[in-house]
């Protein structure tokens, strides 16, 4: 939470100028794409706010300076702010990124703000997900071993651990998902934090899911869609090699499964 | 509360490989619809050689000739990104160096259309000026 401000009146004055105070802080123009039907019908806008910023602040610092000191009705989805919660992804300069993991120095002087693209937009920057967990949940994202309940943990070795190291690490923010050009096209793709679960699970020793996860994604909506254009494994904040992934389930596909 | 997709604002900036998709979607309906030009030329044959020259006379001229370099360039790009998705396809980890085999396939590309348009560019423009090169 900021500190308080003195009184209403100088809210604006106060928070800007403490920031002009503190070292080197430089100044930053937020262009956001806003949309509000509630106010302003089905047309988006473009807003502009000029905010001093600490250059080391993140640019969600920035979004909540502007949401809490110029314009309350900013509406933004965020929660931990430490890149783990994947709730504040957004398109930042044209390209997906968490929020809270861009510094303000390396945006400044200027930076677009836009809602992640491929699902509906509500309120500015804030997304209908439903879509893009619909297609999380359709592969099946448990574990499935049918053999009882083990005494102990079922082991596993370093190597069978290793195999889906990688997409264990997904945060499901969809930077990847609405960054592809297959997505924005075709609702019904799963999208590729979809299939970066599934093998999370399909290369698991301890599942024995994988036949059927592979089943759900050789469908017309699975991973044939997939045109390898890399943009999403571009935009993942948790460097997964997402198209890697992809390729690989692809590869079991056509293998194991004909 | 009112649903709709999002809408369009500026451009994304993503991979190479975005724009590598575009065009190879772009060649891909290139190539076919010259096919289908190219289905009628021949068939035209079955009226005769007569009509069958009269009719591909049309071919002769710089703007069809160049129309005929874009074509050959269609259909070569189209093969060599073709085979870096394969690559992709059959060797998944071959993804980690995309970018390489993305600077790969540009520098074949461009490297194979030198002599091409050093003979096809010739000829066009012999036809285009009279150079008689
Ligand atoms: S590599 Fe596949 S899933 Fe990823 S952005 Fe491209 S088309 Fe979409
Ligand atoms: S794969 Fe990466 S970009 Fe996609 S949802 Fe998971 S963390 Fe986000
Ligand atoms: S706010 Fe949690 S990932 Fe950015």
Redesign the pocket.
């Known amino acids: 939470m900021p500190p308080a401000p003195e009184s209403a009146g100088d809210v604006l004055e106060t928070s800007d100028q403490r920031r002009a105070g503190a070292t080197g802080a430089v100044t930053l123009t937020l262009r956001i794409r806003r949309y509000n039907p509630e106010l302003r019908g089905e047309e988006s806008w473009w807003d502009e706010f000029t905010i001093q910023a600490d250059p080391n602040d993140r640019l969600?610092d920035a979004l909540h300076q502007v949401k809490w000191y110029h314009d309350g009705t900013l509406a933004l989805?965020?929660?931990?702010?430490?890149?783990?919660?994947?709730?504040?992804?957004m398109m930042v300069n044209g390209k997906n990124r968490?929020?809270?993991?861009v510094l303000v120095k390396d945006v400044a002087p200027k930076v677009t703000v836009e809602p992640i693209r491929g699902l509906p937009v509500l309120k500015d920057l804030y997304v209908d997900m439903e879509p893009f967990f619909n297609g999380y949940r359709s592969i099946l994202p448990y574990l499935i071993n049918d053999e009882g309940e083990p005494d102990a943990e079922r082991l596993q070795s370093p190597e069978e651990r290793h195999r889906f190291d990688d997409t264990t690490k997904c945060?499901l923010?969809a930077c990847c998902t609405t960054s592809c050009p297959v997505f924005w096209g075709d609702d019904e793709y799963v999208g590729p934090a979809a299939i970066v679960n599934a093998h999370r699970f399909i290369y698991d020793s301890r599942d024995h899911g994988a036949d059927e996860r592979l089943k759900i994604l050789s469908e017309k909506t699975g991973v044939f869609r997939c045109r390898t254009t890399f943009n999403c494994t571009e935009a993942c904040?948790r460097g997964i090699e997402v198209t890697k992934a992809i390729q690989e389930v692809k590869r079991s596909i056509l293998f194991e499964r004909f | 509360m009112a649903k709709r997709k999002s809408d369009v604002g500026t451009l994304y900036k993503g991979s190479p490989g975005q724009w590598s998709w575009m065009a190879h979607r772009i060649t891909g309906v290139a190539v076919i619809l010259f096919l289908f030009a190219h289905v009628i030329d021949t068939a035209v044959v079955g009226w005769g050689p007569n009509a069958y020259n009269r009719v591909t006379a049309v071919y002769h001229n710089w703007v069809v000739r160049l129309l005929e370099l874009g074509l050959v360039a269609a259909v070569l790009y189209h093969a060599i990104n073709g085979v870096k998705i394969m690559i992709l396809d059959f060797w998944p980890s071959t993804a980690r160096h995309f970018k390489v085999l993305s600077i790969l396939t540009s520098a074949v590309f461009v490297l194979s259309m030198v002599p091409i348009v050093w003979i096809m560019g010739r000829d066009i423009l012999d036809l285009a000026f009279r150079w008689n090169l």
């Open positions: 969600l989805r965020r929660s931990c702010a430490h890149g783990i919660c994947g709730s504040d992804a968490l929020a809270c993991k945060i923010c904040p």
